[in-house]
């Protein structure tokens, strides 16, 4: 339940550091977009682990997922500012909604982590039809931000 | 009941729109990629701690983007004279907000803290119409209003 309502939390965090970078967008290059956010961040969590202490580290297997994950992480933060650009924020980021869908798939595929499969279902088709009214009210006032 | 269809082009617009328009391609082709991000952060997380593993990707990509600056010759100080404020703002609320979902990541399964996290596009449509002056908020807030439903149903356990 605590990681349930951490997780929510993180989402309206998250939602204000989005406007900012949508403002950032829309006067920058993507590159800068980019790096603001992570060289703020990194003085920050620097800051965090050297007062509470670095953890023991597996080093072998982390290497292997660290470097997966960098890759992973430049190619998300790119696609993401692009879909910034294309469009209205709150249009655009609704196609997200297939986030926890993709997830579930994943993590049940790889991990073998198993929530109720029917809700999953359940899920999808609710997302999906909120998406299409999202979408299909608000088309016909699209705009294009300049990349 | 909510939508003109000889207007939008009927029931399968949106899904016609995730190929002709680039910003829902776009955002649907990152979850792909975020789906695969988020496992790796969670196995990632067991070999060290969350912050610790997020911090670590965060120096790769900066590393990565510092790089590519000094490419194209863009000079990484100009926004943080121009607009101090904003990048700010980006900069405290995104790694916050990261590092708490990846922390959320390594005390529930998966799927219900990617599941949670999704309330985002809530706060994302409340806040955009009053901070950047984005209309349609009703239209939005009623589509994010069914997707938290979806939400919901994988939240609850069934049975």
Redesign the interface.
């Known amino acids: 339940m ?23 967008s829309q ?3 993507p ?12 003085i ?3 800051t ?2 050297f007062i ?1 202490g ?5 080093w072998p ?2 290497l292997s ?6 890759i ?6 790119i ?2 500012v ?2 910034l650009t ?15 869908v ?7 595929v ?2 073998g ?1 198993e ?2 499969f ?3 279902h ?6 999906n ?14 705009q294009s931000y300049p990349e | 009941m ?2 003109d269809l000889s ?3 009927g ?1 399968l ?3 016609r ?2 190929l002709s ?4 391609r ?19 997380s067991s ?3 969350a ?12 590393i ?3 790089f ?2 000094w490419k ?1 010759k ?1 000079n ?1 100080l ?3 004279r ?2 101090p404020g ?16 990846f ?19 809530l ?3 409340i ?3 009053f ?2 002056r ?4 009703r ?2 807030l ?6 938290l ?3 919901a ?7």
């Open positions: 605590i990681g349930i309502l951490l997780a929510i939390l993180a989402a309206l965090v998250q939602s204000i550091g989005d406007i900012g970078k949508k403002r950032i006067i920058y290059h590159f800068l977009v980019n790096w603001i956010p992570i060289s703020i961040g990194l920050l969590n620097f965090y682990l509470v670095f953890p023991e580290v597996n297997d982390f997922c660290l470097l997966l994950a960098v992973l992480l430049v190619i998300i933060e696609r993401f692009k879909a294309s469009g209205d924020l709150s249009l655009v980021m609704p196609f997200g909604s297939f986030i926890p993709i997830n579930s798939l994943y993590a049940w790889l991990l982590e929530p109720t029917i809700a999953d359940r899920c999808w088709i609710l997302g039809v909120c998406g299409s009214i999202t979408k299909w009210r608000t088309s016909s006032s699209v | 909510f939508a207007r939008s082009g029931l617009a949106p899904f729109a995730i328009e680039p910003g829902p776009h955002m649907l082709i990152l979850a792909l990629w975020n789906g695969l991000f988020t496992l790796i952060m969670k196995i990632g070999h060290s701690s912050i610790f593993f997020f911090t670590m990707v965060i120096l790769g990509e900066f990565f983007f510092s590519m600056l194209n863009l990484p100009t926004p943080f121009e607009n904003i990048c700010l703002q980006a900069g405290l609320f995104w790694t916050l907000g990261l590092s708490l979902f922390v959320s990541l390594s005390m529930t399964l998966v799927a219900y803290a990617s599941a949670a996290n999704r309330t985002h596009v706060f994302v449509v806040l955009s119409h901070l950047l984005e209309g349609d908020i239209k939005r009623l589509g994010c209003i069914l997707m439903l979806g939400i149903l994988i939240l609850v356990p069934v049975g």
